[in-house]
């Protein structure tokens, strides 16, 4: 992805100062409602509407989208509110029809970005085109994955591009509807800083509760903005009715939100940030010194044990551990789940080596 200054010229071009935000409906349900909810969202920082008109949906029998006729009532947006549109494309013929009906903005799926087949299907679609394109990650976390899909598009000769980072799936249950794992956002941040990158609050949460402190993190991450689902029943919404928020919930999210500056244009802050960087790094060295000192005395113990012949694991011994260290870990403001999967791992660490050492 070379020629990535490009990317970027689209978001600077609108000179905002404050993030993007795309918001509308999860999907367009009847003319009515989408006009009622761009009205509401007209004179606010809005800079995209969304509105989806074919809906993925992850079983079949649910509202899958009110199709073609819902691209006439964007256009009717757009003439009355002045907003900008979007949809999400999924397919060769959803593209040509978002094309024809002058759609803004087009944004693939994260149900798509996992196929390469449908990606080129769009990218070759779209050859050519102006619009602006943001690509969602795929469900699964794979940063290639969802790297291909930009390339595939730039390729196409698409040059308003962005991502959209709306979480992962994950078979165990969270507070989340799909995790966020920032890392793989941060890493995609650090190797492309010129792509654009728009947090999915409202995928990540899939309840509205949530949706203030991940629009939070993402803005304090340098996010470059925000898609938020809103309506003006959030409860009879057709999809998505627990995550989304209404157009007043939304102007008062905005307000609240600490909108932080780019971190070149704050010495101080910058300076700040290096001692306090400088100290984790400290602290790291700390760490990893500790775990080895720990680490000698497990090897002492694999010794003695060796000598008397008995075996590794101390059920007992170890769940008196794990059941203090997890009190302790309360008492420095460290959740139970982080200090089981710490101990796990160190505890895991300290029986390979008496293995190793019972077995020499
Ligand atoms: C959506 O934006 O409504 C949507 C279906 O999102 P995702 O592809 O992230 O599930
Ligand atoms: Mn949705």
Redesign the pocket.
């Known amino acids: 992805m070379e020629n990535t200054i490009v990317l970027r010229t689209w978001l600077d071009d609108l000179k905002l100062t404050h993030p993007l935000v795309i918001a509308g409906p999860?999907s367009a349900e009847t003319e009515e409602q989408v006009m009622g909810i761009a009205h509401a969202l007209k004179d606010t920082d809005v800079n995209y509407y969304?509105a989806?008109i074919w809906?993925?949906r992850t079983r079949p029998g649910n509202f899958e989208g009110v199709g073609a006729i819902g691209l006439k009532w964007l256009q009717r947006v757009k003439e009355e509110t002045g907003l900008k549109t979007a949809t999400?494309v999924a397919n060769k013929a959803h593209v040509d029809l978002a094309l024809e009906h002058d759609i803004d903005l087009l944004w693939i799926?994260?149900?798509s970005t996992v196929s390469p087949f449908i990606v080129q299907e769009i990218a070759d679609a779209l050859r050519g085109t102006d619009k602006v394109v943001l690509v969602?990650n795929p469900v699964n976390p794979d940063l290639s994955l969802w790297l291909g899909a930009v390339e595939r598009l730039r390729s196409a000769g698409i040059e308003k591009l962005g991502v959209i980072h709306?979480g992962f799936s994950t078979y165990e249950k969270t507070k989340y509807r799909n995790i966020p794992e920032w890392q793989l956002a941060i890493e995609l941040q650090s190797r492309f800083p010129d792509l654009p990158l728009i947090n999915?609050p409202s995928?990540i949460s899939g309840k509205r509760d949530l949706i203030f402190d991940v629009s939070q993190a993402a803005l304090d991450l340098n996010f470059d903005g925000l898609?938020i689902?809103t309506h003006t029943n959030p409860d009879k919404a057709w999809?998505?009715a627990a995550q989304q928020i209404t157009p007043d919930r939304l102007v008062q999210i905005m307000r609240d939100l600490r909108i932080r500056k780019e971190t070149d244009q704050e010495a101080a802050y910058r300076q700040n940030l290096s001692n306090l960087r400088a100290q984790i790094d400290v602290i790291d060295n700390q760490l990893v010194d500790i775990l080895g000192k720990r680490m000698k005395v497990a090897d002492a113990i694999g010794s003695l044990k060796k000598e008397k012949n008995v075996a590794v694991l101390q059920t007992n011994r170890w769940n008196s551990i794990l059941g203090k260290m997890i009190l302790e870990g309360q008492e420095h403001g460290l959740s139970e789940e982080f200090v089981l999967k710490m101990f796990k791992a160190i505890h895991q660490e300290s029986i390979n080596h008496q293995e190793a050492i019972i077995n020499s």
Do not use: N, Q, T, Y
């Open positions: 999860c969304r989806g809906k993925p999400e799926g994260a149900r969602k709306r999915d995928h898609m689902e999809s998505d």
